[in-house]
Nanobody
Framework: QVQLVQSGGGLVQAGGSLRLSCAAS????????MGWFRQGTEKEREFVAY???????YYRDSVKGRFTISRDNTKNTVYLQMNSLKLDDTGDYYC?????????????????WGQGTQVTVSS
């Protein structure tokens, strides 16, 4: 049984930092690319960051230079370090795993999802 278990998140003031973690089990982690998505209130789930099996990373424009995705294959864990947080970063954040190499900004290509964790940025 595949599980993606998220931790981290919480309440932070604008300009602050948070780190999200996502620990995977039940799959060969190194064979999967990983993504982070977020969903604000009454908004669609949107792509935030992606890291390939080889470690190449990609970001949505609004988080470039502030967020960093990384992975530790020895711990079967993917991370999202979020710095200089803004009010617009508020939402529920989800990690996801995919073994496909195209379309990774779309939720439909991901096979497994974490349970979600809330990030609230206050002014």
């Amino acid at each position: 049984q595949v599980q993606l278990v998220q931790s981290g998140g919480g309440l932070v003031q604008a300009g602050g930092s948070l780190r999200l973690s996502c620990a995977a089990s039940g799959l060969t982690f190194s064979s999967y690319a990983m993504g982070w998505f977020r969903q604000g209130t009454e908004k669609e789930r949107e792509f935030v960051a992606y890291i390939s099996r080889s470690g190449a990373s990609y970001y949505r424009d609004s988080v470039k230079g502030r967020f960093t995705i990384s992975r530790d294959n020895t711990k079967n864990t993917v991370y999202l370090q979020m710095n200089s947080l803004k009010l617009d970063d508020t939402g529920d954040y989800y990690c996801a795993a995919t073994n496909r190499v195209v379309g990774w900004t779309r939720t439909a290509v991901y096979d497994y999802w974490g349970q979600g964790t809330q990030v609230t940025v206050s002014s």
